[in-house]
T-cell receptor, first 115, second 119 residues
Framework: AQKVTQAQTEISVVEKEDVTLDCVYETRDTTYYLFWYKQPPSGELVFLIRRNSFDEQNEISGRYSWNFQKSTSSFNFTITASQVVDSAVYFCALRSYSSASKIIFGSGTRLSIRP | DAGVIQSPRHEVTEMGQEVTLRCKPISGHNSLFWYRQTMMRGLELLIYFNNNVPIDDSGMPEDRFSAKMPNASFSTLKIQPSEPRDSAVYFC?????????????????FGPGTRLTVL
């Protein structure tokens, strides 16, 4: 079975604080891919990052960073020095190699950045 | 480059009417996906196509829903007859199932969505 769990339903922080969004996944496949998407208030889904299971290097892109740990089946997302424009719903997603093109989405974390 | 294009962006209709949602995938992409997003159920995959062929329609709620992809640049999702419980945002996404270094590059890129309201 494949599953993505985003236990944090909503997070609210003050601008400039760092914030980490948790993502825990389940899959029996050894080859799989993890994604993060952002859904701002305007409603579109914006792709942020894709990681495959063989690459455990952490990734940093500006204020965004991702921590992939196979040992704990987690793919957490950290925003450093948060800004109001970061307010959105963030989805973690999983595609296992055996599931063809199906992507399983987590339920999302609603992040609110207060000025 | 143009992203995934969906039309209409908003649709309000009355129960029992036929609704057709349209999608133009990113040029060169060979996989297309239809999703539905609601507060209660989150993001659900309805159906996806690979090279214009429906591969998995197990997410289609019932026979009132149908999807077609007559060519690589166009797909439709039709609801007939529509019901109030069909109210949701419907997203179309596309990806390229090509190979890069032996690994599928299958990131899905989403359109802006169609917000459907059935009264």
């Amino acid at each position: 079975a494949q599953k993505v769990t985003q236990a944090q339903t909503e997070i609210s922080v003050v601008e400039k604080e760092d914030v980490t969004l948790d993502c825990v996944y389940e899959t029996r496949d050894t080859t799989y891919y993890l994604f993060w998407y952002k859904q701002p208030p305007s409603g579109e889904l914006v792709f942020l990052i894709r990681r495959n299971s063989f690459d455990e290097q952490n990734e940093i892109s500006g204020r965004y960073s991702w921590n992939f740990q196979k040992s704990t089946s987690s793919f957490n997302f950290t925003i450093t020095a948060s800004q109001v424009v970061d307010s959105a719903v963030y989805f973690c997603a999983l595609r296992s190699y055996s599931s063809a093109s199906k992507i399983i989405f987590g339920s999302g974390t609603r992040l609110s950045i207060r000025p | 480059d143009a992203g995934v294009i969906q039309s209409p962006r908003h649709e309000v209709t009355e129960m029992g009417q036929e609704v057709t949602l349209r999608c133009k995938p990113i040029s060169g992409h060979n996989s297309l996906f239809w999703y539905r997003q609601t507060m209660m159920r989150g993001l659900e995959l309805l159906i996806y196509f690979n090279n214009n062929v429906p591969i998995d329609d197990s997410g289609m709620p019932e026979d009132r829903f149908s999807a077609k992809m007559p060519n690589a640049s166009f797909s439709t999702l039709k609801i007939q007859p529509s019901e109030p419980r069909d109210s949701a945002v419907y997203f179309c996404a596309s990806s390229s199932m090509g190979l890069a270094g032996g690994t599928r590059t299958d990131t899905q890129y989403f359109g802006p969505g169609t917000r459907l309201t059935v009264l």
